[in-house]
């Protein structure tokens, strides 16, 4: 089975602090996403990486850098961390190529972020 | 571009009852179209895909939908719905031919009564 495993279930930081989520998956997939998810909102996508250190913006980039050094780890940066940053984070992977599994995202259980 | 229309923010049905939640979307070319779920304080789980060939697709858990192209559907169902279906589904389409980017809906709870 796809794991696809993040650092923390829950956090709670304080405005200003810099936040780290990591994401970790163990099946090769060359895909890797960072979504946040808002009531009424749906998945809204941060930050997306096809390949190790290549990455590409999503619809809400802004206060939010990504990171991969390694192909199964795909780290999300909150610089400077605000109110508005309180949300639940989701980690995505995916195979890319021929077969079955194509185009199907494995999800982690999600980070709920709390920024007081 | 490419966007996803999830027109109710709920669904409700009793036990027993046949299911539907639905999805639109807007795609310029052919699509790849999902279903995923998503229950309490879980990330989401795949359930099924339409990429091409039958029109109705079945997946996990007695799940099945139907893309008709005409309408820009893929409405997701159940013949039977179960208390523990309760969740919220979201349905993300992204062009056959593109991006790996997929683009999702609001999402729809779904409530089962018993």
């Known amino acids: 089975d796809v794991k696809v495993t993040q650092s923390s279930r829950y956090l709670v930081k304080r405005t200003g602090e810099k936040v780290f989520l990591e994401c970790v998956q163990d099946?090769?997939?060359?895909?890797m996403f960072w979504y946040r998810q808002d009531p009424g909102l749906g998945l809204r996508l941060i930050y997306f990486s096809y390949d190790v250190k290549m990455k590409e913006k999503g619809d809400i980039p802004e206060g939010y850098s990504v990171s991969r050094e390694k192909k199964e780890r795909f780290s999300l940066i909150l610089e400077s961390a605000s109110t508005n940053q309180t949300s639940m984070y989701l980690c995505?992977?995916?195979?890319?190529?021929?077969?079955?599994?194509?185009?199907?995202?494995?999800f982690g259980p999600g980070t709920r972020l709390l920024v007081l | 571009a490419q966007s996803v229309a999830q027109p109710e923010d709920q669904v409700n049905v009793a036990e027993g009852n046949p299911l539907t939640v639905k999805c639109t979307y807007s795609?310029?070319?052919?699509?790849?179209l999902f279903w995923y779920v998503q229950y309490p304080n879980r990330g989401l789980q795949f359930l099924l895909k339409?990429?091409?060939?039958?029109?109705l697709v079945k997946g996990s858990y007695g799940f099945e939908a139907e893309f008709n192209k005409s309408q820009t559907s893929f409405h997701l169902k159940k013949p039977s719905a179960l208390v523990s279906d309760s969740a919220l589904y979201f349905c993300?389409?992204?062009?056959?031919?593109?991006?790996?980017?997929?683009?999702f809906g609001r999402g729809t709870s779904l409530i089962v009564h018993p």
């Open positions: 339409y990429i091409t060939g039958d029109n």
């Open positions: 099946m090769d997939h060359e895909n």
């Open positions: 995505a992977s995916s195979p890319i190529g021929a077969g079955e599994r194509e185009e199907t995202q494995y």
């Open positions: 993300a389409v992204r062009l056959l031919r593109g991006s790996y980017i997929p683009t």
């Open positions: 795609v310029s070319g052919n699509p790849y």
